[in-house]
């Protein structure tokens, strides 16, 4: 990644500035642009609230949309158990919609957010247009407590060695795409390096033990789920297995992308996002 591009990605990060909402749990950091119906951004275990800065910009004209930073991400407050649950996340997340005045949205979410925007759903579905799912995470609750604590000291241990700047210079295989912009692979760096390590570890312990498809299937309203040909990651399988979770999901496949779809593909997925809130929006017009 040349600087010239780092540079060019820190202006276009910069151009949605943090603000802070204050919450009965804790001061949650985040970005926004727009007005009207509202589109809420949840990142992944990776990245921050500015690597949505491409869909800031592209889905600003028609909603509102707010992307936050995790708890113990940004500058958001941690949560208090060393390992929460993803209904700890999601408790945060609706005192964070209501210190913004957020009613109802759609909750957009790629990879761990899925987790968060799945508990939210479950347990509070009226306040929940639709779920777009980018590259879920569906979770390792349900497998083996070998598999959970091997998948967990692995990342734990790839924290510890590397550190956030190590991640960001060795991101892993299927993350993006082989062909991935330059814009792309600066936000995804960018994303990685901000990381604070106490928040990683929290997200990452939830991670081993979060159970999506329970979550998915109390919640009916609609839901599109996106997968990348080139996301070995959460690979194709388990995203159709995630779809096939809810009761109400359509899935959607996006070529030549890897696990952050959203960076490597800005165009497809802004578009996919427009046309299922517009159809959300008539479902509940209906």
Known sequence: ??????????????????????????????????????????????????????????????????????????????????APTAADYAARLGDFLDALGIARAVLVASSLGALMAGAFAARWPERVAGLVLL??????????????????????????????AGMARNLPAGMLAPKASDTARALAAWGQSSIQPHGYAQAA????????AEDAARYAGPVLVVAADADTITPLAECQRIARAFPRARFRMVEGAGHLSYLDSPEVVNDAVTEFAARCAEEARA
Do not use: C, F
Not at 64 to 75: L, M, Q, S
Not at 136 to 164: D, I, M, N, Q
Not at 205 to 212: D, F, I, K, P, S
């Open 205 to 212: 312990r939830m991670l081993a033990n979060g159970r999506l």
């Open 1 to 82: 990644m040349s600087d010239l591009t780092a540079s060019r990605v820190a202006r276009l990060v910069a151009r949605y500035p943090l603000a802070r909402a204050a919450t009965a749990l804790g001061e949650v950091s985040y970005r926004s642009a727009g007005a009207g119906a509202a589109l809420v951004l949840l990142h992944g275990i990776g990245s921050q609230s500015g690597s949505w800065a491409q869909q800031l910009a592209a889905l600003a004209d028609r909603h509102r949309v707010v992307a936050w930073d995790a708890p113990g991400y940004g500058e958001s407050a941690p949560l208090a158990p060393a």
């Open 135 to 164: 590259n879920p995470a569906g979770g390792y609750g349900l497998a083996e407590p070998a598999v959970r604590e091997a998948k967990l000291a692995a990342r734990l241990e790839r924290l510890a060695t590397l550190g956030p």
